[in-house]
């Protein structure tokens, strides 16, 4: 399954990708997200944060690892707990004076989830809408 939302802002992009890519900021414009702390590393290649969320009345933990960054371009970050694999990636660019981030994740559901995740599509719709704009919301506060 993918989500990926769009998000523009009047904001330099260093000052955009230097609050995304430090994912602990997930709590701030990520409505499903209730703590993300990071576990080891320094935010570049790596780095380890652990994300606890609430998705339909649940609560789950992922430990998501940085696997790509290219400063001020992207980054791309990899989850994992015993039910799903997420890869989130964020792309920034320049447009017209204006920065534009991409926000992509994909989810490859494990064992018996994955027959029901097709079942949860609105779900996961629901909140891409609402993290597309807590994160153009927090983004314009910056």
Same mark, same amino acid.
């Given at each position: 399954?993918?989500?990926? &939302?769009? /998000?523009?802002?009047?904001?330099? #992009? =260093?000052?955009?990708?230097?609050? %995304? ?5 997930? $709590?701030?414009?990520?409505?499903? !997200? /209730? ?6 590393g320094?935010? $570049?290649?790596?780095?380890?944060? #652990?994300? !606890?969320? !609430? ?8 430990t ?18 015993? !039910?799903?694999?997420?890869? =989130?990636?964020? $792309? ?5 004076? =204006? ?26 719709? &629901? ?12 983004l314009? &506060? %910056?």
């Open positions: 399954m993918r989500l990926q &939302r769009t /998000v523009t802002v009047q904001k330099p #992009l =260093d000052k955009v990708f230097a609050y %995304l890519s430090d994912f602990t900021t997930t $709590t701030e414009w990520d409505p499903g !997200t /209730v703590k993300t702390v990071r576990t080891s320094d935010g $570049t290649f790596g780095t380890e944060y #652990l994300n !606890t969320s !609430t998705f339909a009345g649940r609560q789950t933990q992922l998501y690892v940085v696997v790509d960054l290219v400063p001020n371009r992207h980054i791309s970050l990899r989850g994992e707990n015993k !039910t799903v694999i997420a890869h =989130d990636t964020m $792309t920034f660019r320049k447009v017209d004076g =204006d920065t534009e981030v991409t926000y992509t994740a994909d989810f490859t559901f494990k064992g018996i989830t994955r027959f029901v995740a097709p079942l949860m599509k609105p779900a996961f719709t &629901r909140l891409g809408n609402e993290a597309e704009a807590g994160m153009a919301a927090a314009e &506060r %910056l």
